[in-house]
C-alpha cells in the first residue's frame, strides 16, 4: 500500500475505533512520519474529511497534513502528517496548581487551534485531551479531524464525540453541530488539565442537568479571575452565553505577556517618560494646563488622576480610562489654542512566545 519513499519501521500499528496509524520513515526527506488509514473503505470518508480539512486548516497548532496515499485503483487509502513526538496532557494536571503560566499557556494554545478553525468554518468535533500534543519543537497541536465537518447546516443524529467532553445541547435530537460545541469541550479540556477526575455534574447525562459546576478557581485557586470567568462561561449550559475561541485566546495571551509592555510618554522634543513593571507609575504636569497620572498593572495603562484640563480624541479624559497603544493627550482647553501642549503616548505590543 505504501509508495516506495515512505519505509515501514519496527514499531508496531497501533488500531483505534476505525483505523490504524503507523510510524514510518520518509526516505526522501529522511524523517520520521505517520502514515494514518481505515480500516474499511467503508469508513474513508472519514479520511477525506480529515484531508480537505487538514488541506484547509493552515494553523500553526493543527497537525501538519504531507501526502495522501492512493491504491492502484486510485482510492485514498491513508495520508502522511506530522509525527508528533513532545509531551502529551494527560498527567498536566499534576503540575497546573504550580504552573499556572503555563496551564495559561496551554489554554491559549489549544483556543488559537480552535479559532483558527473556526474561522475557515471548520468544527472539529472531538475535541479532548487525547486529541492534542506537543511538537519536537513543543508547539501544542491538535489532530484527528475525522468527525470533524465545515457544513452550517450539519445535523447527527449519531453520538461519535467523546460523551464527557459533549455539550448539553449535543443530548437533543437531530443536533446541528455548532463552533459552540468546540469551546463547550474547550471548557471540559480545562477541567482535565487541572484535576484528575471531572466534576460530577460534568458527568451527568446530559451535562449539568441537575446542578451547575462550580468555577475553575475552585481547582486553580490561582488562576486570573478573569480568565477563570471565561473558563467557566464555556461551560454554559446556553451556547449563546459561550464567548468565542478567539476571544479566549486574545485573553490568554494578553496574560501570557504580562508585565512584558513598555509605555513611554513624550513631551517636547527632549522629555520621556517611561512606564514598565520596574516603573510602575508616572504624572506628567504641564502646569496650569494640567497633568495626569498612568499606572501599568501588568496589562494596561490606566489613567488613575487628572488635574487641570486633559483631553484625548478631543474628549475630557478622565480616572479609569486605559490608554491605547498609541495616542495624543492635549494639554489645555480648547480656547488656548496653539498654547496648548500635545503629549504622545505609544507602548510595546510584546508577542507570546511559546
Known sequence: ???????????????????????????????????????????????????????????????EIYDVVFNEYGVAEGIIIEQLTGRDYGSFHLEAPGNIYGYIKTLYQIATALADLHEKGIVHRDLKLDNFRDSAA??????????????????????????????????????????????????????????????????????????????????????PVEIASMVDSCLSVDPSRRPSARLISELCARYLVKNQHRGLFVVGQKSIYELTHQNRNVSVSLGYLGGVRVDYDGLDFEVKSVTGDVYINNKPLLPGSKLSEACVLTFGKPELRYNREWVNFSSSRPEVVL
Open 1 to 63: 500500500m505504501l509508495p516506495a519513499r515512505y519505509e515501514s519501521l519496527p514499531e508496531n500499528p497501533q488500531f483505534g475505533g476505525f483505523g490504524a496509524i503507523e510510524v514510518v520513515h520518509d526516505t526522501f526527506l529522511d524523517r520520521r512520519v505517520i502514515f494514518k488509514s481505515m480500516q474499511s473503505l467503508a469508513d474513508n470518508d472519514q479520511l477525506l474529511n480529515e484531508v480537505r480539512h487538514l488541506s484547509s486548516a493552515r494553523s500553526r497548532h493543527v497537525v
Open 138 to 223: 513543543g508547539i501544542l497541536k491538535l489532530f484527528d479531524f475525522g468527525i470533524s465537518t465545515d457544513d452550517p447546516g450539519y445535523y447527527t443524529i449519531n453520538s461519535r464525540a467523546t460523551l464527557v467532553y459533549a455539550a448539553p445541547e449535543f443530548w437533543g435530537a437531530d443536533v446541528k453541530i455548532t463552533s459552540a460545541m468546540d469551546v463547550y469541550a474547550l471548557g471540559v479540556c480545562a477541567w482535565a488539565l487541572a484535576k484528575d477526575k471531572f466534576p460530577p455534574e460534568l458527568q451527568q447525562r446530559p451535562p449539568q442537568s441537575l446542578s451547575s459546576v462550580s468555577s475553575i478557581q475552585a481547582a486553580l485557586p490561582e488562576l
